[in-house]
Protein backbone atom coordinates (compact mmCIF):
# COMPACT_ATOMS: atom_id res chain seq x y z
CA UNK A 1 0.00 0.00 0.00
CA UNK A 2 1.55 3.19 -1.00
CA UNK A 3 0.27 6.53 0.78
CA UNK A 4 0.51 10.42 0.33
CA UNK A 5 0.13 12.69 3.34
CA UNK A 6 -0.92 16.20 2.03
CA UNK A 7 -1.41 19.13 4.17
CA UNK A 8 0.76 22.66 4.93
CA UNK A 9 3.93 23.03 6.78
CA UNK A 10 3.72 22.08 10.11
CA UNK A 11 0.23 20.12 9.72
CA UNK A 12 1.78 16.45 11.43
CA UNK A 13 2.93 14.56 8.18
CA UNK A 14 6.14 13.62 9.69
CA UNK A 15 5.18 13.16 12.80
CA UNK A 16 2.60 10.89 11.43
CA UNK A 17 4.64 9.57 8.64
CA UNK A 18 6.95 8.16 11.40
CA UNK A 19 4.23 6.50 13.58
CA UNK A 20 2.98 4.48 10.50
CA UNK A 21 6.72 3.31 9.63
CA UNK A 22 7.04 2.04 13.30
CA UNK A 23 3.59 0.47 13.18
CA UNK A 24 3.20 -0.91 9.32
CA UNK A 25 6.64 -1.16 8.22
CA UNK A 26 5.90 1.23 5.53
CA UNK A 27 8.80 3.19 4.64
CA UNK A 28 9.23 7.21 4.37
CA UNK A 29 9.72 9.31 1.44
CA UNK A 30 10.42 12.87 2.78
CA UNK A 31 11.97 15.14 -0.08
CA UNK A 32 11.85 17.97 2.50
CA UNK A 33 14.73 15.16 4.72
CA UNK A 34 16.16 14.02 1.35
CA UNK A 35 17.09 17.97 0.72
CA UNK A 36 18.34 18.63 4.29
CA UNK A 37 20.78 15.88 3.62
CA UNK A 38 22.03 16.61 0.60
CA UNK A 39 23.08 19.84 2.38
CA UNK A 40 24.46 18.21 5.12
CA UNK A 41 26.91 16.08 3.21
CA UNK A 42 27.88 19.19 1.06
CA UNK A 43 26.67 17.72 -2.47
CA UNK A 44 26.64 20.28 -5.56
CA UNK A 45 22.77 19.84 -5.64
CA UNK A 46 22.70 20.33 -1.73
CA UNK A 47 24.34 23.64 -2.28
CA UNK A 48 22.24 24.81 -5.08
CA UNK A 49 18.88 24.23 -2.76
CA UNK A 50 20.57 25.60 0.38
CA UNK A 51 19.21 29.16 -0.41
CA UNK A 52 16.14 28.43 -1.84
CA UNK A 53 14.79 26.39 1.25
CA UNK A 54 15.60 28.75 3.36
CA UNK A 55 13.89 31.47 2.27
CA UNK A 56 10.42 28.77 1.73
CA UNK A 57 10.40 28.37 -1.20
CA UNK A 58 9.93 25.10 -3.35
CA UNK A 59 13.31 23.31 -5.38
CA UNK A 60 12.61 22.80 -8.72
CA UNK A 61 10.51 20.14 -9.67
CA UNK A 62 13.16 18.20 -11.49
CA UNK A 63 15.52 17.71 -8.40
CA UNK A 64 12.70 16.36 -5.88
CA UNK A 65 11.25 14.62 -8.92
CA UNK A 66 14.76 12.93 -9.58
CA UNK A 67 15.27 12.18 -5.57
CA UNK A 68 11.81 10.15 -5.59
CA UNK A 69 12.25 8.41 -8.75
CA UNK A 70 15.91 6.62 -7.52
CA UNK A 71 13.71 5.24 -4.22
CA UNK A 72 11.25 3.87 -6.15
CA UNK A 73 13.06 0.98 -7.12
CA UNK A 74 13.42 -0.79 -4.50
CA UNK A 75 10.39 -2.51 -3.79
CA UNK A 76 9.29 -2.47 0.14
CA UNK A 77 6.29 -4.58 1.46
CA UNK A 78 4.79 -2.26 3.38
CA UNK A 79 5.01 0.40 1.04
CA UNK A 80 6.21 4.09 0.41
CA UNK A 81 4.43 6.90 2.62
CA UNK A 82 5.06 10.22 0.31
CA UNK A 83 5.68 13.16 2.68
CA UNK A 84 5.79 16.61 1.50
CA UNK A 85 5.78 15.09 -2.59
CA UNK A 86 4.54 15.62 -4.51
CA UNK A 87 4.43 19.66 -3.89
CA UNK A 88 2.84 20.72 -7.66
CA UNK A 89 0.56 19.37 -10.31
CA UNK A 90 3.92 18.95 -12.48
CA UNK A 91 5.22 16.14 -9.73
CA UNK A 92 1.98 14.42 -8.68
CA UNK A 93 1.39 13.70 -12.95
CA UNK A 94 5.58 12.70 -12.11
CA UNK A 95 4.93 10.40 -9.27
CA UNK A 96 1.22 9.20 -11.00
CA UNK A 97 3.66 7.54 -13.83
CA UNK A 98 7.05 6.63 -12.00
CA UNK A 99 4.21 4.17 -10.14
CA UNK A 100 2.38 3.22 -12.92
CA UNK A 101 5.42 2.08 -14.85
CA UNK A 102 6.44 0.08 -12.03
CA UNK A 103 2.85 -1.40 -11.97
CA UNK A 104 2.18 0.46 -8.50
CA UNK A 105 -0.50 3.03 -7.26
CA UNK A 106 -1.17 5.46 -4.37
CA UNK A 107 -3.75 3.80 -2.50
CA UNK A 108 -4.87 6.91 -0.79
CA UNK A 109 -4.00 9.97 -0.16
CA UNK A 110 -4.73 11.71 3.55
CA UNK A 111 -5.21 15.33 3.62
CA UNK A 112 -4.43 16.65 7.02
CA UNK A 113 -6.12 19.86 7.77
CA UNK A 114 -5.18 22.34 10.19
CA UNK A 115 -5.91 25.99 10.88
CA UNK A 116 -3.27 28.39 9.35
CA UNK A 117 -3.30 30.22 12.65
CA UNK A 118 -2.08 26.61 14.55
CA UNK A 119 0.75 26.49 11.93
CA UNK A 120 2.65 29.05 13.26
CA UNK A 121 3.02 27.83 16.95
CA UNK A 122 3.60 24.50 15.65
CA UNK A 123 6.39 25.24 13.13
CA UNK A 124 7.97 27.84 15.78
CA UNK A 125 7.93 25.26 18.37
CA UNK A 126 9.56 22.61 16.30
CA UNK A 127 12.81 20.64 16.84
CA UNK A 128 13.95 17.03 15.78
CA UNK A 129 16.19 14.69 17.28
CA UNK A 130 19.75 14.84 15.88
CA UNK A 131 20.31 11.39 15.71
CA UNK A 132 17.33 9.54 14.77
CA UNK A 133 15.09 12.12 13.97
CA UNK A 134 12.59 11.94 16.66
CA UNK A 135 10.01 15.26 16.10
CA UNK A 136 9.73 17.03 18.91
CA UNK A 137 7.66 20.40 20.09
CA UNK A 138 8.76 22.68 22.70
CA UNK A 139 5.06 22.85 24.22
CA UNK A 140 2.69 19.66 22.77
CA UNK A 141 5.87 17.46 22.38
CA UNK A 142 8.83 18.39 24.79
CA UNK A 143 12.13 16.95 24.67
CA UNK A 144 12.47 15.01 28.21
CA UNK A 145 13.76 16.61 31.16
CA UNK A 146 16.99 14.49 31.36
CA UNK A 147 17.76 15.92 27.93
CA UNK A 148 17.45 12.53 25.79
CA UNK A 149 15.71 11.25 23.22
CA UNK A 150 12.85 9.18 24.25
CA UNK A 151 13.70 7.01 20.73
CA UNK A 152 17.25 6.79 20.69
CA UNK A 153 18.69 8.48 23.63
CA UNK A 154 20.35 10.87 21.39
CA UNK A 155 21.44 14.29 23.41
CA UNK A 156 21.59 16.79 20.07
CA UNK A 157 18.71 18.23 19.24
CA UNK A 158 18.22 20.60 15.90
CA UNK A 159 15.90 23.43 14.65
CA UNK A 160 15.58 24.19 11.60
CA UNK A 161 17.18 27.47 9.90
CA UNK A 162 13.16 28.03 7.63
CA UNK A 163 11.17 27.28 10.73
CA UNK A 164 10.47 30.84 11.77
CA UNK A 165 7.34 32.85 10.93
CA UNK A 166 8.84 34.76 8.11
CA UNK A 167 9.93 31.58 6.03
CA UNK A 168 6.82 29.94 7.49
CA UNK A 169 4.71 32.89 5.65
CA UNK A 170 6.22 32.37 2.47
CA UNK A 171 6.21 28.52 2.71
CA UNK A 172 2.10 28.81 3.38
CA UNK A 173 1.96 30.95 0.15
CA UNK A 174 3.54 28.50 -1.70
CA UNK A 175 1.37 25.84 -0.53
CA UNK A 176 -1.40 27.53 -1.41
CA UNK A 177 -0.56 29.07 -4.55
CA UNK A 178 1.67 25.74 -5.50
CA UNK A 179 0.42 22.66 -3.44
CA UNK A 180 -3.29 22.95 -2.49
CA UNK A 181 -4.66 22.28 -6.31
CA UNK A 182 -3.59 18.80 -5.48
CA UNK A 183 -6.58 18.32 -2.91
CA UNK A 184 -8.72 19.13 -6.38
CA UNK A 185 -6.50 16.92 -8.43
CA UNK A 186 -6.79 13.63 -5.97
CA UNK A 187 -10.37 14.23 -5.26
CA UNK A 188 -11.13 13.91 -8.87
CA UNK A 189 -9.08 11.22 -9.08
CA UNK A 190 -11.18 9.28 -6.39
CA UNK A 191 -8.90 8.62 -3.61
CA UNK A 192 -8.86 11.65 -1.10
CA UNK A 193 -9.44 11.82 2.44
CA UNK A 194 -9.51 14.51 5.18
CA UNK A 195 -8.36 14.28 8.38
CA UNK A 196 -9.06 16.85 11.37
CA UNK A 197 -5.08 17.44 12.00
CA UNK A 198 -6.08 19.69 14.88
CA UNK A 199 -6.27 16.74 17.40
CA UNK A 200 -3.89 15.48 19.30
CA UNK A 201 -1.05 12.96 17.88
CA UNK A 202 -2.81 9.84 18.96
CA UNK A 203 -5.89 11.22 18.34
CA UNK A 204 -5.01 12.19 14.36
CA UNK A 205 -3.13 8.41 14.30
CA UNK A 206 -6.34 7.13 14.47
CA UNK A 207 -8.61 9.37 11.98
CA UNK A 208 -5.11 8.05 9.67
CA UNK A 209 -6.10 4.44 10.66
CA UNK A 210 -9.75 4.44 9.75
CA UNK A 211 -8.99 6.12 6.47
CA UNK A 212 -6.40 3.42 5.78
CA UNK A 213 -8.64 0.48 6.50
P1 LIG B 1 5.11 18.53 8.92
O1 LIG B 1 5.95 17.32 8.61
O2 LIG B 1 3.73 18.44 8.33
O3 LIG B 1 5.78 19.82 8.61
P2 LIG B 1 5.64 17.82 11.75
O4 LIG B 1 5.21 16.42 11.89
O5 LIG B 1 7.09 18.11 11.70
O6 LIG B 1 4.87 18.53 10.50
O7 LIG B 1 4.98 18.63 12.96
C1 LIG B 1 5.21 20.04 13.16
C2 LIG B 1 5.31 20.33 14.67
O8 LIG B 1 4.04 20.13 15.28
C3 LIG B 1 6.29 19.42 15.42
O9 LIG B 1 6.93 20.17 16.42
C4 LIG B 1 5.38 18.33 16.03
O10 LIG B 1 5.92 17.82 17.26
C5 LIG B 1 4.09 19.10 16.28
N1 LIG B 1 2.90 18.27 16.09
C6 LIG B 1 2.68 17.34 15.12
N2 LIG B 1 1.44 16.81 15.22
C7 LIG B 1 0.85 17.43 16.27
C8 LIG B 1 -0.45 17.33 16.88
N3 LIG B 1 -1.39 16.49 16.42
N4 LIG B 1 -0.71 18.13 17.95
C9 LIG B 1 0.23 18.99 18.41
N5 LIG B 1 1.46 19.14 17.91
C10 LIG B 1 1.77 18.37 16.83
P1 LIG C 1 7.57 21.19 5.96
O1 LIG C 1 8.00 20.63 7.26
O2 LIG C 1 7.47 22.66 5.96
O3 LIG C 1 6.41 20.48 5.37
P2 LIG C 1 9.64 19.95 4.26
O4 LIG C 1 10.64 19.41 5.21
O5 LIG C 1 8.74 18.99 3.59
O6 LIG C 1 8.80 21.10 4.97
O7 LIG C 1 10.36 20.82 3.15
C1 LIG C 1 11.30 21.83 3.48
C2 LIG C 1 11.68 22.61 2.24
O8 LIG C 1 12.28 21.72 1.28
C3 LIG C 1 10.52 23.25 1.50
O9 LIG C 1 10.18 24.51 2.01
C4 LIG C 1 11.11 23.34 0.07
O10 LIG C 1 12.03 24.39 -0.03
C5 LIG C 1 11.86 22.04 -0.05
N1 LIG C 1 11.04 20.92 -0.56
C6 LIG C 1 10.71 19.77 0.09
N2 LIG C 1 9.96 18.96 -0.67
C7 LIG C 1 9.76 19.63 -1.85
C8 LIG C 1 9.06 19.34 -3.05
N3 LIG C 1 8.36 18.19 -3.19
N4 LIG C 1 9.10 20.25 -4.05
C9 LIG C 1 9.79 21.40 -3.93
N5 LIG C 1 10.47 21.75 -2.82
C10 LIG C 1 10.47 20.88 -1.77
ZN1 LIG D 1 16.63 10.31 18.79
Known amino acids: MNILLLGPPGAGKGTQAKQLVDERQMVQLSTGDMLRAAR ?3 TEMGKKVAAVMDAGHLVTDDIVIGLIAEQLDASH ?3 FIFDGFPRTLAQA ?3 GELLASRDQKLDHVIEMQVDDDALVARIVGRSTCGDCGEIYHDQTKPIPADGK ?4 GGTEFKRRADDNEESLKIRLMAYYKQTSPLIGYYYAKGNLESVNGLGEIDAVASEIKAALG
Open 40 to 42: TSG
Open 77 to 79: EGG
Open 93 to 95: DAL
Open 149 to 152: CTNC
